[in-house]
């Protein structure tokens, strides 16, 4: 099973990620976590670049990045039955880019090979609170710097109808109006629904 958890920067991906892991490993299941840029050689050029590297290129190196990450890590790990659980992917990147200045629809295209989650678990909450989360941060990278919250959270919304309409299956999670403990409770005992119906 293949869980991705997307939404804005500073959201709280990446604490709800490991929350959720840890309580599908306790429940007896196999996890494998992963993240997008990934941590390959590609994806840490990305990052490196990230200050520099904008628009049309940018998109590019993500979508081979991603692309990689399915042939070489996600899809090896669905084949051990294992489930994969992705901090960011497409949805991402119908964000990110538009943000970059691209089109919808040709994000779409450079993406629409990748494989289908069984369960995109978008985060969203209040803007303010996005906002001091991001600004306490020692450093930040380009798209953090540069952009409106408000705007993200309203793109990450967009992007979600339209990967609805491509038969994406969402789930919607207040990340700022409850903590993590409780967050990562109700998500992991949908997963496990998920699980059991398979």
């Given at each position: ?42 994806g ?101 710097a540069?952009?409106?919250i ?49």
């Amino acid at each position: 099973m293949f869980i991705v958890f997307e939404g804005s920067n500073g959201i709280g991906k990446s604490s709800l990620v490991k929350e959720v892991a840890k309580n599908i490993r306790f429940l007896g299941e196999k996890v494998h976590e992963t993240k997008e840029p990934t941590t390959t050689q590609l994806g840490e050029l990305i990052r490196s670049y990230e200050s520099e590297v904008k628009g049309l290129p940018f998109a590019y190196l993500i979508a081979a990045d991603r692309y990689l990450h399915i042939k070489n890590e996600i899809q090896k790990k669905l084949d051990e039955k294992m489930i994969v659980i992705s901090d960011r992917y497409v949805l991402s990147s119908l964000v990110l880019q538009r943000l970059d200045g691209l089109d919808l629809d040709f994000i779409w295209l450079l993406n629409n090979f990748s494989i289908k989650p069984n369960l995109t678990v978008l985060l969203t909450g209040d803007d303010k609170i996005i906002e001091q989360r991001l600004n306490s941060r020692a450093t930040k990278t380009r798209l953090e710097a540069n952009n409106s919250i408000k705007e993200e959270l309203d793109l990450y919304e967009q992007g979600m109808l339209f990967l609805e309409r491509k038969g994406y299956n969402f789930m919607v999670v207040n990340n700022t109006k409850y903590s993590i403990d409780h967050n990562a409770k109700i998500v992991t005992n949908h997963i496990m629904k998920l699980v059991s119906q398979r």
